[in-house]
């Protein structure tokens, strides 16, 4: 992690003391970080927040992780290469002796324990005028970029000031524009984001994580006060890209090179039925048909909460970075090419019992999926399922349980002579996981969590790291968000 200057630090030092007259203020149609912005979705468009001018809220979020994992496989002995006889399927965390081999040179067990780095997000709402908002959101530290890094900004307008206020827009329409994360799916507002996991039950997020941030636009319709339609095209990628992209065959041979932009969409219905009972369905569509990378299940930029858990001690004879292989317990499908990604989200909550539940049905591919002189697709999907219930006065108190499992086909991964029958043929892998998690708030903006986690890992090939892998153990975080 780089060491900040004076600057930085005195930087920080005036921010924080700011945030502690404006992270009050409040900002029309947004979310708080704090225990209010649980459950919350889009902003509602009946919004009860008056204009009083131009205001500021600065906050920010801070997690502290503790963890006690342990990681197992039964890969076989595979040599590194002809002239590293090391097994390239050990785990990273084994201990190395002086010489430079491993300690138990056949073992592929590791544990993982210790304080992971703390990851903290600064965020900047900033009121511009009556139902127009912007906002900037900043990693201060996290796991894959330990340094200061912008995640994006974005204006979004609900209502038109400038016209005086037409009714028809500010009740029915908004449109949010600049580099954001894309409205797919309803787990985004429950996944932890660097330091800000206050609204995730739990320490980590989906085996498949949809997460990025692209440049664009959407366009929102509310037609009644209980359905949300939306609209939006990005262009795609991470970040700006400016350079032409030669529209030629590229080197596989069979896919010419284009450069897409996403379009998606979503439309949600979410209804208080009874002051106990509200019921929630959302689905989402996500299409790119060819670009050079999109990152839709690649772009986290802050790194899984679950530090170095079922990662190989070495890939191509280099030692595994923690800080660059920062996807540990997630899976990677690998279309970062051509991605056509669904989304169903049901959300139910009947005083302090919730149901949170999802299904991702994924196709895509990277250029060098051809087969026969054709652009194949491989398949994924995913189902997912939470329930959570909160008790004791304001909900301090949560138990939960959570049960994600994930099918699909990894890029560039096939069975070998050692796999049977199925020698030749694209590895089709299933990974499930338990997690049983408990919370305690001890105020609005503080929450303490542990989590208990079984993660298993089916049909991985015989020479693969991950063949008929596990890892076990417990997570405690320490959050603040305000």
């Given at each position: 992690m780089k060491r900040p200057s004076f600057k930085t630090v005195l930087a920080v030092f005036i921010l924080t003391a700011m945030a502690a007259t404006v992270s009050a203020q409040k900002i029309q149609y947004s979310r708080y970080y704090d225990k209010r912005g649980i459950n919350v979705f889009e902003p509602s468009k009946k919004d009860t927040v008056a204009y009083e001018g131009f205001k500021i809220r600065i906050g920010g979020s801070f997690t502290q992780d503790y963890q006690s994992i342990k990681s197992t496989n039964k890969a076989n002995y595979v040599v590194?290469?002809?002239?590293?006889?090391?097994?390239?399927?050990?785990?990273?965390?084994?201990?190395?002796?002086?010489?430079?081999?491993?300690?138990?040179?056949?073992?592929?067990?590791?544990?993982?324990?210790?304080?992971?780095?703390?990851?903290?997000?600064?965020?900047?709402?900033?009121?511009?005028?009556?139902?127009?908002?912007?906002?900037?959101?900043?990693?201060?530290?996290?796991?894959?970029h330990n340094e200061f890094w912008v995640k994006g900004g974005y204006i979004q307008i609900d209502k038109l000031p400038m016209f005086g206020n037409p009714e028809w827009f500010t009740k029915y329409l908004r449109v949010k524009i600049g580099h954001f994360q894309p409205n797919y799916g309803d787990f985004q507002f429950r996944r932890s984001?660097?330091?800000?996991?206050?609204?995730?039950?739990?320490?980590?997020?989906?085996?498949?994580?949809?997460?990025?941030?692209?440049?664009?636009?959407?366009?929102?319709?509310?037609?009644?006060?209980d359905v949300?339609?939306?609209?939006?095209?990005?262009?795609?990628?991470?970040?700006?890209?400016?350079?032409?992209?030669?529209?030629?065959?590229?080197?596989?041979?069979?896919?010419?090179?284009?450069?897409?932009?996403?379009?998606?969409?979503?439309?949600?219905?979410?209804?208080?039925?009874?002051?106990?009972?509200?019921?929630?369905?959302?689905?989402?569509?996500?299409?790119?048909?060819?670009?050079v990378r999109n990152t839709l299940f690649a772009g986290d930029r802050t790194g899984s909460h679950y530090f170095a858990v079922m990662d190989p001690a070495q890939i191509n004879g280099t030692a595994t970075s923690i800080t660059a292989n920062f996807t540990?317990?997630?899976?990677?499908?690998?279309?970062?090419?051509?991605v056509t990604a669904i989304n169903v989200s049901p959300f139910l909550k009947y005083k302090g019992l919730e149901l949170q539940g999802g299904y991702d049905m994924i196709k895509g591919s990277v250029f060098a999926d051809v087969a026969n002189g054709k652009w194949n697709k491989r398949?994924?999907?995913?189902?997912?399922?939470?329930l959570v219930y909160r008790f004791l006065k304001n909900e301090q108190l949560y138990i939960g349980a959570r049960y994600v499992t994930a099918t699909g086909e990894p890029?560039?991964?096939?069975?070998?002579?050692?796999?049977?029958?199925?020698?030749?043929?694209?590895?089709?892998?299933?990974?499930?996981?338990?997690?049983?998690?408990?919370?305690?708030?001890?105020?609005?903006?503080?929450?303490?969590?542990?989590?208990?986690v079984n993660q298993k890992y089916n049909d991985f090939p015989w020479a693969d790291y991950r063949y008929n892998a596990k890892f076990n153990g417990f997570m405690v975080e320490a959050v603040i968000g305000f």
């Open positions: 590194t290469s002809p002239t590293n006889a090391t097994n390239r399927n050990l785990l990273v965390g084994l201990v190395k002796n002086a010489n430079g081999s491993y300690q138990n040179n056949d073992s592929v067990t590791s544990r993982m324990n210790g304080f992971n780095l703390a990851m903290a997000n600064l965020n900047f709402d900033i009121q511009i005028d009556d139902g127009i908002r912007v906002f900037l959101e900043n990693y201060m530290s996290a796991r894959h984001d660097g330091g800000n996991t206050i609204f995730n039950p739990f320490a980590e997020n989906l085996l498949l994580d949809a997460f990025t941030t692209e440049i664009g636009g959407e366009v929102y319709v509310f037609p009644t006060a949300m339609l939306m609209a939006g095209m990005t262009s795609g990628f991470i970040n700006g890209n400016i350079q032409p992209t030669a529209e030629s065959i590229n080197s596989n041979g069979v896919v010419r090179t284009k450069r897409s932009p996403s379009i998606f969409g979503k439309v949600a219905y979410d209804k208080q039925i009874q002051t106990d009972l509200r019921f929630r369905l959302s689905a989402s569509v996500y299409n790119n048909s060819n670009i540990s317990g997630r899976l990677d499908p690998g279309v970062a090419n051509r398949d994924w999907n995913q189902a997912y399922g939470e890029s560039g991964l096939r069975y070998g002579t050692n796999d049977g029958s199925l020698n030749g043929q694209q590895a089709k892998v299933n990974v499930n996981r338990f997690a049983f998690a408990a919370g305690y708030f001890p105020t609005r903006n503080m929450l303490l969590k542990v989590e208990m």
